[in-house]
Nanobody
Framework: QVQLVESGGGLVPAGGSLRLSCGVSGETNRYFAIGWYRQAPGKQRELVAAISTASNTFYADSVKDRFTISRDNAKNTVYLQMNSLKPEDTAVYYC?????????????????WGQGTQVTVSS
């Protein structure tokens, strides 16, 4: 059974940094493309960044040049490094796994989801 577990969320001041981790268990993560989504109160879940098994990446315009997604297949973990955080980055962040090589920008294409980790950026 595949499970995804996020960690690394917390409270940071504007301009600060956090690194989120998404640990994959049950199968090796090299078979999964991974997406990081976020959902703020009253808003739809949105894709922030995604990475293919070949480490091709996608970023939403709102986080380009601030966030970096990466993967360490030896540790079965995908990371989201978040720098220059803004109050509007406040949300619950979820990682999602999709079987196969390529990431998708469509929420419905992901097969597995973590429970989420809260990120709060104070102004």
């Amino acid at each position: 059974q595949v499970q995804l577990v996020e960690s690394g969320g917390g409270l940071v001041p504007a301009g600060g940094s956090l690194r989120l981790s998404c640990g994959v268990s049950g199968e090796t993560n090299r078979y999964f493309a991974i997406g990081w989504y976020r959902q703020a109160p009253g808003k739809q879940r949105e894709l922030v960044a995604a990475i293919s098994t070949a480490s091709n990446t996608f970023y939403a315009d709102s986080v380009k040049d601030r966030f970096t997604i990466s993967r360490d297949n030896a540790k079965n973990t995908v990371y989201l490094q978040m720098n220059s955080l803004k109050p509007e980055d406040t949300a619950v962040y979820y990682c999602a796994g999709r079987r196969g090589s390529h990431y998708s920008t469509l929420l419905g294409d992901y097969d597995y989801w973590g429970q989420g980790t809260q990120v709060t950026v104070s102004s």
